[in-house]
Nanobody, 124 residues
Framework: QVQLVESGGGLVQAGGSLRLSCAAS????????MGWFRQAPGKEREFVAT????????YYTDSVKGRFTISRDNAKNTVYLQMTPLKPEDTAVYYC?????????????????WGQGTQVTVSS
């Protein structure tokens, strides 16, 4: 399995920016798709963004398209989520996850390693 550690969360005003990082170790990171999910209080965890093994294919949920950018640096075993401009409805715990294959995926059951999460709070 891949071990994942997220960082970069925090409190920011609406319209602001944050960049989340997810550092990976263990099973070969560069062969796997990666994803970001989020869970707001009282809601189910939802898909946010995914990137394939090489970084050439990405996909986003509609609510973040044009605002969030997922990227990866395979030399650093790290995946990123750049978020701008942030909205109050983006408030959630954000999780990164390592996929079971190299291809992008939006369903959580297609990921088998998860980080502990990082809190993002956007004030209005």
């Amino acid at each position: 399995q891949v071990q994942l550690v997220e960082s970069g969360g925090g409190l920011v005003q609406a319209g602001g920016s944050l960049r989340l990082s997810c550092a990976a170790s263990g099973r070969s990171f560069s062969n796997l798709a990666m994803g970001w999910f989020r869970q707001a209080p009282g809601k189910e965890r939802e898909f946010v963004a995914t990137i394939n093994w090489s970084g050439t294919i990405t996909y986003y949920t509609d609510s973040v398209k044009g605002r969030f950018t997922i990227s990866r640096d395979n030399a650093k075993n790290t995946v990123y989520l750049q978020m701008t401009p942030l909205k109050p409805e983006d408030t959630a715990v954000y999780y990164c996850a390592a996929g079971r294959t190299a291809a992008i995926a939006t369903r959580s059951e297609l990921y088998d390693s998860w980080g502990q999460g990082t809190q993002v709070t956007v004030s209005s």
